[in-house]
Each structure stands twice: as structure tokens, then as C-alpha cells.
């Protein structure tokens, strides 16, 4: 079966890593099913018995999204919050459709991958900062398989071009689309 990857992005059109990187997976429909939260939900309501008949559907699912102030974009909280159900995800009642469905997370970090140390900048690793939805695939049973992730393109805080990313080289971005579908492939 198929690798679902959940594309969380509220502005993918000005996105470099993310939008190349979906470019990559709709190459190969056969394997991956790209589906976007923001083109699928731009008001936000969401159908979570669609979501959940979706993910059934695939053996591997994968969250793709920017990390926002440390952590994912609201959108895709909500969309966990309103899928991951009890009696569907966990709980005694049949809750175990997560159940050893291998799971990861990709991730674009805009800070530099050495500010993500403990004695970096931020103090906390990556790892650190997404644990909890590493806790939240454990709750559920799921075989969590850790996460991908590209780091450096955003400006240092205070520079006169906040709303910019640093470009990474040509040579960096296809590289980095290769490295997360080889990710992907090995989950």
C-alpha cells in the first residue's frame, strides 16, 4: 500500500523546501497520496470520518509541515485533534486503527541546525521540540519511525528582511528532495 503524506502549509505557493518536496512525491502517485489540509480545508472545518477512511487506506503515514513558533501550523493541531478520536485511535473501544501503521514526521526548520543543540540559541533540540508527536503515534500504538528534516532557511531574528527565506542552493534543495523520498522509502 501507498504512503499518506498529511501536507500542512498555509502558504505552500511561497514555500521553497515544502513545495519542492511536494513536487517530488506527486511525481510518483503510485506511492504517495499528497494531500494538503489548506487547498482540501481553507476554512478550517474539517471531515474527520474522510480523514480517518484516508489514512485506512494507506500503510504509512507521514506529517509534512514548516515548524511555527516550535511547533506544527494550527491547521494541522486541529486536524490531529479532530482525526486521532478516541475509539478510533486509542481507548478500549476499539481504538487501535494507528496500531503498528508506521508514522513519521518531515519537517522544514528554518533556524540552523546548530541552534537546535542544547547549547544552541534555542536551547532544545529538534528532537526535543517534536516529542510530542512522538508521544502522541506511542499513544496511539503506531510505529514511529522519527522524522526528516531541512534546516537554515529563514533570516536570523532582527535582520531587515523578515518575511524572506534564504534561498538554499539548487544543488541543496534537489538533494534534500531526494534524501526525504529515500526517507520515506525506508520507513
Not at 486536524?79 to 481507548?91: K, N, P, R
Not at 478500549?92 to 528554518?110: C, I, Q, T
Not at 538554499?168 to 528532495?177: C, I, R, Y
Request: with cysteine; net charge negative; charged share 30%.
Amino acid at each position: 500500500m501507498k504512503t499518506l503524506v498529511i501536507v500542512t502549509h498555509p502558504s505552500i505557493d511561497r514555500s521553497v523546501i515544502n513545495k519542492r518536496w511536494v513536487e517530488e512525491l506527486n511525481k510518483y502517485p503510485e506511492k504517495y497520496t499528497v494531500h494538503e489540509l489548506h487547498k482540501v480545508y481553507p476554512d478550517g472545518n474539517m471531515d474527520a470520518e474522510k480523514e480517518r477512511r484516508l489514512i485506512e487506506s494507506h500503510s504509512n503515514l507521514v506529517l509534512q509541515f514548516p515548524i511555527y513558533w516550535f511547533n506544527c501550523p494550527p491547521l494541522l493541531k486541529k486536524w490531529l485533534d479532530d482525526v486521532f478520536a478516541y475509539g478510533w485511535a486509542y481507548g478500549s473501544n476499539g481504538g487501535d486503527k494507528l496500531k503498528n501503521r508506521k508514522a513519521a514526521l518531515a519537517v522544514s526548520a528554518g533556524i540552523k541546525k546548530e541552534d537546535y543543540r542544547e547549547e544552541g540559541r534555542y536551547r532544545y533540540t529538534l528532537e526535543h521540540l517534536l516529542s510530542p508527536f512522538e508521544t502522541t503515534f506511542l499513544y496511539c500504538n503506531a510505529d514511529y519511525r522519527s522524522f526528516f528534516a531541512f534546516y537554515g532557511t529563514e533570516n536570523e531574528p532582527g535582520e531587515n528582511t523578515p518575511d524572506t527565506e534564504i534561498e538554499p542552493s539548487v544543488s541543496e534543495l534537489e538533494k534534500s528532495a531526494q534524501d526525504y523520498l529515500n526517507f520515506i522509502d525506508n520507513l
